[in-house]
């Protein structure tokens, strides 16, 4: 292995092993530390990928367990959850390794060990001094803790260890209304938990459009799922073989203890940035540790960030874009990310997608808009399907026409979501979707429909 590169990339997340993969085929010399056997990050190893894999093969039993009967079909199905557990398993193991395989075929080399920054032309891994003419930090974010609320793994988990439960818990309740607590919730609340959700505002998934907020809270209450809004998380106590969970009203007082079997921590990330060398390389961030960068670069020439450890949202695709950006900046390209058109999407049943403004971002800022929506519930293909729940919603500007955003809940929204995001991407009308013909009967049809919608002309309903 070398000692002098073009690239050192410390992290092999998405935001990392993208960097690596683009630099190498760009020509650069590149070296891709990770401290974890497998490549990937949070991601690709506890994060995005296995939390899909359970979602998806528990939405399967639910749907075999209560929709089946009225389309016919008959038999009992049941679960194994340590087959289950292998299977997801086996899902990351094949990514991961081809993500070896995709750093061989780009010519990346890859150094198993702890990065750290010297200074602006060296990086230190376990006590070897590496030479380069760039940097780019791509360290991620790790999981943000509550005071007075030990994660043991074992009772009082993170999502990681909620992906690696032994055993279905009676009671789980969830700390914290945002997309990980969701989604975890409905793998476990379909397996058999009784799941309870406490948020410390007086809604779910914050940043989101509030009408979707409002009907995605009534499907999952109507699932089941429990929820104490506008409550905070105080303490866990230790109850016999059980947990109390301590908690009181966001604005203080009322108190109210709710027992459990596992509790899951879900109230964001934090950026991983201690310990890798920033103060000693002059790198500055923010008080929450947050490295600050200008299109990517650092305050130190030669170092730059991407991903979780900078400003923006906690989103492996928005740290792949970046990554690939940083790539093609060092190789003298114009690198380039739109951080106007960065979709989100919860992997519930139903799934919920956003791209652009909110209604509620539009109001504020003053700008004028017009609303298009359409009901799944008068889309062919979704009724056939028997996923009727949601709507979409398109937003677009009342002058211009140009759309500013869309948010939608539904089966495959987290797909449909990308159309509107490419048509932002080009600038275009709501009415440039509204009259593009699109193949019947699909559920991608609601997307036109909304899309006539802000004119005032949806055929379908």
């Known amino acids: 292995m070398s000692d002098n590169y073009d690239v050192i990339i410390i992290g092999g997340g998405p935001g990392g092993y993208n960097c690596a ?12 530390v990770e401290t974890h056997t497998k490549l990937g990050g949070t991601c690709l190893n506890v994060g995005c990928i296995p939390s899909k894999a359970l979602l998806h093969s528990t939405e399967l039993l639910e749907t075999a367990q209560k929709d089946f009967a009225s389309m016919g079909l008959t038999g009992e199905v049941g679960f194994d959850l340590k087959a289950m557990m292998a299977d997801k398993d086996k899902t990351v193991e094949g990514l991961t390794s081809g993500i070896e395989f995709l750093f061989k075929k780009n010519n990346v080399q890859r150094l198993k060990g702890y990065g750290r920054i010297v200074d602006s032309t060296t990086v230190e891994v376990d006590g070897k001094k590496l030479k380069t003419k760039n940097i780019v930090i791509a360290t991620g974010s790790e999981v943000a803790t509550l005071p007075n609320v030990e994660i043991d793994e074992k009772k009082i988990v993170s999502s990681t260890g909620a992906l690696e439960l032994k055993n279905v818990p009676e009671k789980l309740l969830v700390i ?61 106590e230790k109850s ?36 890798v060398g920033l103060e000693a390389a002059g790198v500055e961030t923010d008080k929450r540790g947050f490295i600050l960068t200008d299109h990517f670069k650092t305050n130190v020439p030669g170092i730059y960030a991407v991903g979780d450890c900078t400003h923006g949202p906690m989103l492996a695709h928005k740290a792949e874009d970046e990554g690939v950006a940083a790539a093609e900046i060092i190789a003298g390209k114009a690198g380039h990310v739109n951080y106007d058109v960065i979709p989100g999407v919860v992997y519930t049943a139903p799934e919920i997608a956003s791209v652009g403004k909110t209604e509620e971002e539009l109001k504020e800022a003053g700008i004028p808009y017009k609303k298009g929506k359409f009901a799944f519930i008068a889309n062919g293909r979704a009724r056939a399907n028997h996923k009727t729940d949601g709507f979409v919603k398109i937003l677009a500007h009342a002058e211009t026409d140009e759309i500013l955003g869309a948010h939608m809940i539904g089966a495959q929204v987290g797909d449909l979501i990308a159309e509107v995001a490419l048509a932002m991407e080009f600038k275009a009308a709501s009415e440039d979707i509204a009259r593009t013909c699109h193949a019947h009967p699909t559920i991608s049809e609601a997307v036109r429909q909304a899309a006539m919608d802000v004119e005032g002309w949806t055929m379908q309903s």
Not at 201 to 222: C, S, T, W
Not at 249 to 256: H, I, M, N, Q, T
Request: glycine fraction near 14%; aromatic fraction near 4%.
């Open 21 to 32: 993969i683009r630099c190498g085929q760009l020509g650069l010399k590149v070296l891709c």
């Open 176 to 236: 914290g209304g945002g997309v990980i607590g969701l989604e975890l919730g409905s793998v476990w609340r379909r397996l058999g938990s009784e799941v309870t959700v406490v948020e410390y505002l007086d809604h779910i998934m914050p940043g989101m459009d509030a009408e979707v907020q409002k009907q995605a809270l009534r499907i999952f209450k109507k699932q089941k799922m429990k929820f104490e809004l506008g409550r905070k998380v105080t303490g866990v």
């Open 240 to 275: 016999g073989k059980g947990l109390k969970v301590k908690t009181e009203a966001s604005a203080g007082g009322k108190e109210k203890d709710i027992d459990a079997d596992v509790v899951l921590v879900c109230i964001g990330r934090r950026p991983f940035t201690n310990d």
